[in-house]
């Protein structure tokens, strides 16, 4: 299937470091796709605008005025400030074809859009890099059994513009109604092999610098080459609140992707 131009939505939240290192990335790695990046801002925050216009001839700031993360007794934590960012940033959206991501991740490889792309089909019209099995929650849930993650979700915008991004109660996830879209229409995704969702995978992966990365994501492709990567919990370790051991922090992260990903 023939997509050049993609359109790219990365809720963030005072986190230029964490922005810049997926941009970054996206750009060193873009082959010959077109993207457009609309950064959602979660906050009132705008002290690295400028630096984020910067990282490429076509990038949207986006200014979302949410209480997020700053008020822990706000509902627009985790799931919900996800969903309140890739719902304004959906709003931009132009291209065919939307990636919707999280803002700590970064592209490892040359091909490793072309490689989403090339999972894409008429009954297949989502990918996403990660899935979680659904034995829980929701009765839909539990009948479809899989569940496409949004740490990275490439999708026809019709599909994404369709459909509501903001969870339904504790056990929905941001993002779901993507999934169940598919399940009620008769549809399927592709999820890569994803290390968060088998671990046994880590021992496959061909690049030895990619196998000790404690708690970090990474997406493969057919051939078990790292394509992608998530740190996870991006917003929680911006604001130094992420207390569980031996997981990878954003210093460590900064340092592992400019040595051996940028």
Same mark, same amino acid.
């Given at each position: 299937?023939?997509?050049?131009?993609?359109?790219?939505?990365?809720?963030?939240?005072?986190?230029?470091?964490?922005? &810049?290192?997926?941009?970054?990335?996206?750009?060193? #790695?873009?082959?010959?796709?077109?993207?457009?990046?609309?950064?959602?801002?979660?906050?009132?925050? !705008?002290?690295?605008?400028?630096?984020?216009?910067?990282?490429?001839?076509?990038?949207?700031?986006?200014? %979302?005025?949410?209480?997020?993360?700053? %008020?822990?007794?706000?509902?627009? =934590?985790? &799931?919900?400030?996800?969903?309140?960012?890739?719902?304004?940033?959906?709003?931009?959206?132009?291209? *065919? #074809?939307? /990636?919707?991501?999280?803002?700590?991740?970064?592209?490892? +490889?040359?091909?490793?859009?072309? #490689?989403?792309?090339? $999972?894409?089909?008429?009954?297949?019209?989502?990918? !996403?890099?990660?899935?979680? /099995?659904?034995?829980?929650?929701?009765?839909?849930?539990?009948?479809?059994?899989?569940?496409?993650?949004?740490?990275?979700?490439?999708? $026809?915008?019709?599909?994404? $513009?369709?459909?509501?991004?903001?969870?339904?109660? !504790?056990?929905?996830?941001?993002?779901?109604?993507? !999934?169940?879209?598919? /399940?009620?229409?008769?549809?399927?995704? /592709?999820?890569?092999? %994803?290390?968060?969702?088998? *671990?046994?995978?880590?021992?496959?992966?061909?690049?030895? *610098?990619? +196998?000790?990365?404690?708690?970090?994501?990474? =997406?493969?492709?057919?051939? #078990?080459? =790292?394509?992608?990567?998530?740190?996870?919990?991006?917003?929680?370790?911006?604001?130094? +609140?992420?207390?569980?051991?031996?997981?990878?922090?954003?210093?460590?992260?900064?340092?592992?992707? %400019?040595?051996?990903?940028?």
């Amino acid at each position: 299937m023939e997509i050049k131009n993609i359109d790219i939505v990365i809720p963030s939240f005072r986190s230029k470091e964490l922005i &810049s290192l997926a941009i970054k990335s996206f750009e060193k #790695y873009r082959g010959n796709f077109n993207f457009k990046y609309i950064v959602v801002e979660n906050s009132n925050d !705008t002290s690295y605008k400028e630096h984020v216009l910067s990282l490429s001839t076509d990038v949207l700031w986006v200014q %979302n005025l949410v209480p997020s993360w700053e %008020n822990s007794n706000s509902p627009y =934590v985790g &799931s919900e400030a996800n969903a309140s960012g890739l719902e304004k940033g959906l709003e931009s959206v132009q291209a *065919e #074809y939307v /990636f919707l991501i999280q803002n700590d991740v970064v592209a490892c +490889r040359d091909d490793w859009m072309s #490689y989403l792309v090339s $999972k894409i089909n008429d009954e297949v019209p989502m990918v !996403t890099v990660r899935e979680n /099995f659904a034995n829980w929650g929701a009765p839909w849930r539990q009948a479809a059994g899989r569940i496409a993650c949004t740490v990275g979700i490439l999708v $026809k915008t019709s599909i994404a $513009k369709s459909v509501s991004m903001w969870p339904s109660g !504790t056990d929905w996830d941001c993002g779901d109604e993507l !999934t169940r879209h598919c /399940f009620d229409n008769g549809l399927n995704f /592709f999820a890569c092999q %994803n290390t968060a969702s088998d *671990e046994s995978l880590i021992e496959k992966i061909q690049n030895d *610098e990619y +196998r000790n990365l404690p708690g970090v994501e990474r =997406v493969l492709n057919d051939n #078990y080459e =790292v394509i992608f990567m998530h740190l996870g919990r991006g917003a929680e370790k911006t604001l130094n +609140r992420y207390r569980k051991p031996n997981k990878m922090l954003i210093p460590g992260w900064v340092k592992f992707v %400019n040595e051996n990903v940028l």
